[in-house]
Every structure is written in C-alpha cells, then in structure tokens.
C-alpha cells in the first residue's frame, strides 16, 4: 500500500489524536499503529535547503560573471573545455556527494544545469551557429528534464516548466514562424513524472499552466486558419468550456484542488471577455451560474462576480455615478455574501445537533 504523504503538522495533529483515542479506549495500539502507517510526512524545503539553493544561484552567477568577462581573451577549445568541465564536473561533484550530504550535493546539481544554460548560448556565440533563440531554451529544458527525473527534484521540474513556457510563448510571438509542436512530446512525459512524483501541488499548478498556455496558442494559431469569421469568439468559447470541463471532470484526488481551481479562474477570465462579444443575456446566464456556485460554497466564484459587476460598472456607470460607489456596491456584495455563508454554517451546526 502507498502511503500518503501529509505536512508535518498535520501528521502530528493525526498522532496526537490517534494517541488520544488509544487512551480512551476506542482503538487498541495496534490500530493506532497501523493507521499512523498509512502516512508518511511530506519533506518540505528547510533553512539549509533554501541556503544552499540561494548559494548556488549566486556562486553560479558569478562563476558566469567572470568567465562571461574574460571570454573574448580566451581561444575557442578552452572556452569549449570549460563549459563541458564545468557542467560534468559539478554534476559528478553533486553525485559524490548525494549520499552524505544530499542538500549540499543537490545545490551543485543546480550550479551545472545553470552552467549547461549559458553553455548553449555560449556554443552558439563561439562557433556562429544559427539556432533560434526559443530553441536554445527548449534544449536547456531538455537537460534539466532528464536531471530533474534522475534526481527526483520538483524543483528542477518547476525551472523546466518555466524554461518550456519561454519556449512557446518565444516561439509565438517574437519568431511567428511556426507552431512549437515539441511542446507536445514534453507535457505527456511532464504529466507522467507528476504522477510518478505523488503530484506536488507546485508543480502541478505549474504543468496545468503550462498545458493550458499550449492549449490557448493552440488554438488562436489555428482557428483563424480553419474559420474566417468570428475568430475570437470561437477561441474564447472554447476555453471558456475547458475551464467548466477542467472544474468539473473527475480528475485524480490528489490534484483535484488544484485542477478544479484553475478551471473556475480560466472559465471566469474567459467568461469576462466574452461578455464583450455576447449579449446580455449570456452575463445574466452566468452570473446565475456563479450564485449557484456560492450557494455551493465556492469563494473564488465571489471574486468573479465582483470582476463582473466592475467590467460592467466600467462600461455604463463611469461616467454617471461616483467612483467610489464600485467599492460600496463590492462591498455590500462581500458582506452579503460572508453574511450567507455563516448563516449556512450555523444552519448546518443547528441540524447536526438535532
């Protein structure tokens, strides 16, 4: 059996309680321990770790700095054998030393992904290759996602996310030459590793960005070139199902939260926007929708109502009313709102004592 990882201070509340139900008698010790079994504590990121990440950054910069600054007086091998010596000899320093001193080993693992970056765009400068700016980013996510997998380090995944999402947002709009289909061979081996990794929050906020950043260049690439009318609604009306898609389908419960999330925001920046190309009547339909959701006990359905009601008061009242009646009128809603969800509360108190 897998055991779930929690925080450490959630674990300790299970042991304290677990102990608690032992000495009155409701379970035995071996039932306390064999509940306390299924769960593990989740390794969080401690001073030395957060120390030595910091320290890596900095010594790899300044390693950098000054190889950068003396680069023009040095011949082309030598500038060749350091960026490869430096690469491999922090990598094997960093494996030497993982057993004994794992947080120290890790920050030198980071110093030679650094070193492999500005590797490739020094390789490029020295021997004149013409390789597309983005596409140096997308080989530079290549090595930290093997060395991130190897390590099993989240943290390198999350630099990988951010190096992939420079790839295709570089690719779209600085080049416009042609869609970044290699994007589509890193997120299904990013998705594995998640799962693989007992899907860290960070990161899997962060790859549900990114596949959902694909998925929005996706389609304003091609859209307009299969349809030669309304372009944009039809982009946006297809988000704006993919984020009640993402809130609602069944997903596994371990990025569940996070999953659901990121399908209200995208359903409700894209339902705004939409409000712009639709009638009236499509604001009215939703906002009925969100007081649905509050009705739920969604919260973040309560920020996009005000977002809607301000895009509106922005279009018809701004020059009509007094600025500050936006925040009366939010503020009313807030209250009304926190006024309705205790209510429920103490309703729901009230039927579980009956």
Known sequence: MVKK???KKDYEFLSHEMHYLETAGVISSEEKEKILNTYEIKPGSSFIQIVLTIGALLLGIGVL?????NWMYLHKGIKFFLIIAGIIGFQQ???????TYPKTARSLHYIGLLIFGAGIFLVEQMFNLSINFNNSFLLWALGTILIGYYLKDVLI???????LFIYINGSMFLDETAYPFAILIFLPALYWMLKEFRFPKRF???LNALAIN????????????????YEEEIVLSILFV?????AYLPVPEQVQKMTHLQGHLLHGITALFLTYHYSIIFAIAYLIFLLYLVNKGSLISIAIICALILRYYMDFSFDFLPKSLVFIIAGIILIGFGFFFEHQRKKGETNHEE
């Open 93 to 99: 320093a960093g494996l030497r030393l993982e057993a």
């Open 214 to 229: 694909t998925i929005i260049l996706l389609l304003f690439e091609f859209v307009p070139k299969i349809i030669n009318a």
């Open 65 to 69: 700095s000054f190889v950068a600054s």
């Open 157 to 163: 995944l999350l630099f990988t996310t951010l190096l």
């Open 5 to 7: 990882a929690v925080k």
């Open 204 to 206: 899997t906020f962060s």
């Open 242 to 246: 993919l984020g009640l898609a993402l």
